[in-house]
């Protein structure tokens, strides 16, 4: 590992480095971690326009499976700008609450978007017209995980107010493999205002390991292909309480 960039903002522990290997994959990989050794993006340095980590793929997917005409993508959570690079043909708006990890995009990861604005995800969506986004992506961590002004009704209220009749929330989240009782909480909110559910997850050996998983919502019936999510599998999750703010 080289170490190119270390710092602590006003949100993150930020850590730049190059390595050769990324989980079970050599290569030439160039990484974005926060606290706690969590990665928040990587690009291969050999071939940067590829989605090198599974959840953005797997997001890429539902959207082109679901919705192939989509136009509009508002993503709240910026990364090394891998979504938003990928999306550079629609109309994308980005929120991203720490400048630095938008600088820190555009100085090593080459992100060139023009579209991101620096502030609360929750406070600048709610600027936004209403059916406006075809989907919405929430994508955004700190060091306690997603923030919970980010998984409560009330922000899923406003969610559902900027997406259009046919749109769609996809969430990236984390939490304990098996019975999380968090991400049960924020599946069972979802569910309070959305017709259509379904949960995605990456199989882990034990049930002690934090999983990553994949939530989405609609009022329109959510379609996929296995064999395109990227290692992805659906589960049922169990029943959970509704987050208020």
């Known amino acids: 590992m080289r170490v190119l960039y270390r710092n602590k903002s006003e949100q993150h522990e930020l850590k730049v480095y190059d390595t050769k290997r990324l989980y079970e994959e050599q290569g030439h990989f160039r990484v974005l971690e926060f606290s706690n050794e969590a990665v928040q993006g990587a690009m291969d340095l050999?071939?940067?326009a590829r989605i090198v980590l599974e959840y953005p793929r797997a997001m890429?997917?539902?959207m082109e499976h679901n919705a192939s005409s989509y136009e509009s993508v508002y993503i709240?959570?910026?990364?090394?700008?891998?979504?938003p690079s990928y999306l550079s043909g629609k109309q994308v708006k980005v929120a991203e609450l720490d400048e630095e990890v938008v600088e820190i995009s555009r100085t090593f990861f080459g992100y060139e978007g023009d579209q991101v604005s620096v502030g609360d995800g929750r406070e600048l969506l709610q600027q936004e017209r209403s059916g406006a986004y075809d989907y919405i992506i929430v994508d955004a961590f700190t060091s306690e995980g997603t923030p919970k002004q980010?998984?409560?009704?009330?922000?899923?209220?406003?969610?559902k107010m900027k997406l259009s009749a046919e749109g769609m929330v996809?969430?990236?989240v984390f939490g304990r493999a098996g019975n999380d009782r968090l991400v049960n909480?924020?599946?069972?909110?979802l569910c309070e205002l959305f017709e259509y559910t379904r949960s995605f997850a990456l199989p882990v050996e034990t049930e002690d390991e934090q999983q990553n998983r994949i939530l989405v919502a609609s009022d329109q019936p959510i379609a996929f292909q296995a064999r395109h999510m990227a290692g992805f599998v659906e589960q049922e999750l169990g029943e959970g309480y509704v987050i208020q703010d």
């Open 170 to 172: 996809i969430m990236n």
């Open 185 to 189: 909480a924020i599946h069972t909110t």
């Open 76 to 83: 709240i959570g910026h990364g090394i700008g891998t979504l």
């Open 46 to 48: 050999d071939q940067p």
């Open 60 to 62: 890429v997917h539902l």
């Open 150 to 159: 980010l998984i409560s009704i009330s922000f899923f209220e406003i969610v």
